[in-house]
T-cell receptor, first 120, second 112 residues
């Protein structure tokens, strides 16, 4: 697509419920990222996919969080047993390449509009 | 440990004047610095970047200055326009990596 698409844009759920957040990256972008932005904070890295595999999931806060990208395009972030502290905007981004480097410069990400999750 | 800091949560500037947004970092290993702009209900969009081997990069009304010895960078917007009103995030990246470290953002309001 023309941009990174995220659904739902807003999700309100109750504590303890399961949620899925979907990201549709720019067509052809092999690198996909999830970031989380809590109120008053900057986005924080959660997970990075190169193709179908999670190359780095070190930012996932705990084992209630899981993400998949089975066909190397759309990704789903899954949160089990949601807690009030999970309330945040979950941002997905994609890029053609992943690494910053001397010949290619900074790695510029294209972000989606985010999914705002509210856990009551 | 906040490696990238934006100490001013908000800034108000009159239309036509200069806006200066500041960012400090602690890790001298960062190789690239980027500025992203975020409007409400939208994702951050890339604005401008600078490599650590440079001290200035300019793109139209936007100029980023880097002072490596002070571990400080700033974004200058001249002249400021009401459409520039947004939250600005500073981000840092190391060469050979993919991860950004973001600051907490500065909300710029340009008054007409």
């Amino acid at each position: 697509g023309a941009g990174v698409s995220q659904t739902p844009s807003n999700k309100v759920t109750e504590k303890g419920k399961y949620v899925e957040l979907r990201c549709d990256p720019i067509s052809g972008h092999t690198a996909l990222y999830w970031y989380r932005q809590s109120l008053g904070q900057g986005p924080e890295f959660l997970i990075y996919f190169q193709g179908t595999g999670a190359a780095d999931d070190s930012g996932l806060p705990n084992d209630r969080f899981f993400a998949v990208r089975p066909e190397g395009s759309v990704s789903t972030l899954k949160i089990q047993r949601t807690e009030r502290g999970d309330s945040a905007v979950y941002l997905c981004a994609s890029s053609l390449r992943a690494l910053a480097g001397a010949s290619s410069g900074a790695n510029v990400l294209t972000f989606g509009a985010g999914s705002r999750l509210t856990v009551l | 440990d906040q490696q990238v800091k934006q100490n001013s949560p908000s800034l108000s500037v009159q239309e036509g004047r200069i806006s200066i947004l500041n960012c400090d970092y602690t890790n001298s290993m960062f190789d690239y610095f980027l500025w992203y702009k975020k409007y409400p209900a939208e994702g951050p969009t890339f604005l401008i970047s600078i490599s650590s081997i440079k001290d200035k990069n300019e793109d139209g009304r936007f100029t980023v200055f880097l002072n490596k010895s002070a571990k400080h960078l700033s974004l200058h917007i001249v002249p400021s326009q009401p459409g520039d009103s947004a939250v600005y995030f500073c981000a840092a990246q190391r060469s050979g990596t993919y991860k950004y470290i973001f600051g907490t953002g500065t909300r710029l309001k340009v008054l007409a």
